[in-house]
């Protein structure tokens, strides 16, 4: 039994491991280090959102009613300042860019992003968002060290500004080592870190709207179970007293 479990952890680990590797594409991943307890934060993430994503991206999971609620948000504070296509307040946060236009331009429909958070982790997109750099031989005119070859363009270059790769060369095999800033964006880069964390803050919550509440439900069911198995062991040891 006890090899039997060894086993099953074992695999378990080696699993998980095999999916932060394949997840992060073998790139190092940055901490995103956010807040979804921070209200401020999703708030400049959902207009970071709304701004920028948008009009590529749907989250059709999500209704402005429910994030104006959760974020502490008037209605005249959604409809004015992250609604921007038109929607109902109690409507879903839907792409504006068509199907066959994004088919036409390139080549596949951007995904829908109301689950990407869950799906690759808050790591990934942190890091997969400041990794852009110029490629010319790409029709978007960027690549992505986290993820090669991908047909997004980087939206956010005027922010964050220009980024070159810088390879180094051993016997004939070129090495992505890092990226050198060409032209300096209207942000610092603390500026810019700060806003893709709140973007990705806001994709994080949208994820899973629950995700507050459901860890701090998660303190008091430990507190109960510590207290159940007090009980428990105490009413085993009273049963058992008299067996032989």
């Not at 004015?80 to 994004?102: L, P, R, S, W």
Request: proline share 2%; net charge negative.
């Amino acid at each position: 039994m006890k090899k039997t479990i060894t086993a099953l952890l074992l695999a378990t680990i080696a699993l998980t491991s095999t999916g932060l590797v394949l997840a992060a594409g073998g790139a190092h991943l940055e901490s995103a280090n956010i807040d979804v307890d921070d209200k401020a934060s999703l708030q400049r993430g959902a207009k970071v959102f709304t701004d920028y994503c948008l009009s590529c991206h749907s989250a059709k999971f999500v209704r402005f009613n429910r994030v104006a609620t959760d974020l502490d948000m008037t209605e005249t504070q959604v409809m004015e300042n992250i609604n921007h296509i038109g929607a109902k307040f109690g409507g879903t946060m839907t792409a504006v860019m068509t199907d066959d236009y994004a088919k036409e331009a390139f080549g596949a429909v951007p995904p829908d992003l109301s689950l990407v958070a869950r799906s690759r982790g808050v790591d990934w997109l942190y890091t997969y968002l400041i990794s852009f750099y110029t490629d010319t031989s790409k029709t978007t005119g960027h690549n992505n060290v986290v993820f090669k070859d991908v047909g997004m363009p980087n939206v956010f270059w005027k922010q964050e500004g220009v980024k070159e790769a810088v390879y180094e060369e051993h016997d004939g095999v070129k090495t992505l080592t890092g990226m050198k800033v060409v032209e300096q964006g209207t942000m610092s880069e603390e500026e810019f870190h700060t806003m893709i964390r709140d973007l990705v803050a806001f994709l994080s919550y949208i994820g899973e709207p629950n995700q507050s509440y459901r860890k701090s439900l998660g303190v008091y069911v430990l507190v109960f179970l510590f207290f159940f198995f007090g009980v428990a062991y105490a009413m085993k040891k009273d049963y058992w007293k008299d067996v032989h």
